[in-house]
T-cell receptor, first 110, second 111 residues
Framework: QKEVEQNSGPLSVPEGAIASLNCTYSDRVSQSFFWYRQYSGKSPELIMSIYSNGDKEDGRFTAQLNKASQYVSLLIRDSQPSDSATYLCAVRIGGNQFYFGTGTSLTVIP | DVKVTQSSRYLVKRTGEKVFLECVQDMDHENMFWYRQDPGLGLRLIYFSYDVKMKEKGDIPEGYSVSREKKERFSLILESASTNQTSMYLC??????????FGSGTRLTVV
């Protein structure tokens, strides 16, 4: 069983809409949760981290964590074509090791 | 900003060659990691290190080794390159309590 699961997509949204990306994880002792954005041919870039239940907002991005249901999501408001990328969910399960999902491809259509 | 620098952006090597991938970080991070990324398989951890001269195997260490002689430098070694090691290799470093910072990646092709 995979530690971290994401829908691979592709997810397409029109410009200005809200993009919703979801991630589930299997280990209940997971401690820290991260969202990375990866443009084609580039390395992942950290965009959000969340450690406790609830919502965390940073500009147009909102991360949501529900530990009871073991999911974490990322909302992108007012989506822009520049948001088109693959979004990776990462979970830290004790120690230093992170587990990554395989990523969701997002396309924002102008 | 934390900078993680990988020495090569693209590499082409022959089967059986010994290959060195270098990674340097400039923020005094204790923890450094090597991943490979393949389509459909995502990021898979090869090795990590939490201190100088310390190393731990990740999920797919076979065919690889690492070296960390100085805190800022973490090297990945392919002892005898094979075609199934053609991949994107990503180095990352991390300070406690924070997420990873990735290098720009090395796309290795083994022919």
């Amino acid at each position: 069983q995979k530690e971290v699961e994401q829908n691979s997509g592709p997810l397409s949204v029109p410009e200005g809409a809200i993009a919703s990306l979801n991630c589930t994880y299997s280990d209940r002792v997971s401690q820290s949760f991260f969202w990375y954005r990866q443009y084609s041919g580039k390395s992942p870039e950290l965009i959000m981290s969340i450690y406790s239940n609830g919502d965390k907002e940073d500009g147009r991005f909102t991360a949501q964590l529900n530990k009871a249901s073991q999911y974490v999501s990322l909302l992108i408001r007012d989506s822009q074509p520049s948001d088109s990328a693959t979004y990776l969910c990462a979970v830290r399960i004790g120690g230093n090791q992170f587990y990554f999902g395989t990523g969701t491809s997002l396309t924002v259509i102008p | 900003d934390v900078k993680v620098t990988q020495s090569s952006r693209y590499l082409v090597k022959r089967t059986g060659e010994k290959v060195f991938l270098e990674c340097v970080q400039d923020m005094d991070h204790e923890n450094m990691f090597w991943y490979r990324q393949d389509p459909g398989l995502g990021l898979r951890l090869i090795y990590f290190s939490y201190d100088v001269k310390m190393k731990e195997k990740g999920d797919i260490p076979e065919g690889y080794s690492v070296s960390r002689e100085k805190k800022e430098r973490f090297s990945l070694i392919l002892e005898s390159a094979s075609t199934n090691q053609t991949s994107m290799y990503l180095c990352a470093s991390r300070d406690r309590g924070y997420g990873y910072t990735f290098g720009s990646g090395t796309r290795l092709t083994v022919v």
